[in-house]
Nanobody, 121 residues
């Protein structure tokens, strides 16, 4: 069985930076696209950023220029580096991965448990 384990969330002041990480555990042969999503109170979950196995990235307009998604394939890890944080960034941030192949199974999509990032106004 595969799991996505997230860490790094917390309370930060507006204008500061924070990095959250996500590690895919298990005996993994390959992973397709990995990404970060977020869900603010009272809102739907939305895309933040994605990165392919070859390093191609996409960002939501709201975070473009402030956030950077980084992937280390050898560690099955994806990071989200967040700069110039704003109160509007307050949300639970979820890690996502698709097309995971392990020693036993194939997974279409796996989600992490989420990590809370709070930026007070």
């Amino acid at each position: 069985q595969v799991q996505l384990v997230e860490s790094g969330g917390g309370l930060v002041q507006a204008g500061d930076s924070l990095e959250v990480s996500c590690v895919a555990s298990g005996i993994i042969f390959s992973i397709g696209v990995m990404g970060w999503y977020r869900q603010a109170p009272g809102k739907q979950r939305e895309l933040v950023a994605t990165i392919t196995s070859s390093g191609s990235t996409e960002y939501a307009d709201a975070v473009k220029g402030r956030f950077t998604i980084v992937r280390e394939n050898a560690k099955n890890t994806v990071y989200l580096q967040m700069s110039n944080l704003k109160p509007e960034d307050t949300a639970v941030y979820y890690c996502n991965a698709d097309s995971i192949i392990t020693s036993r199974d194939r997974y279409r999509e796996v989600w992490g448990q989420g990590t809370l990032v709070t930026v007070p106004s």
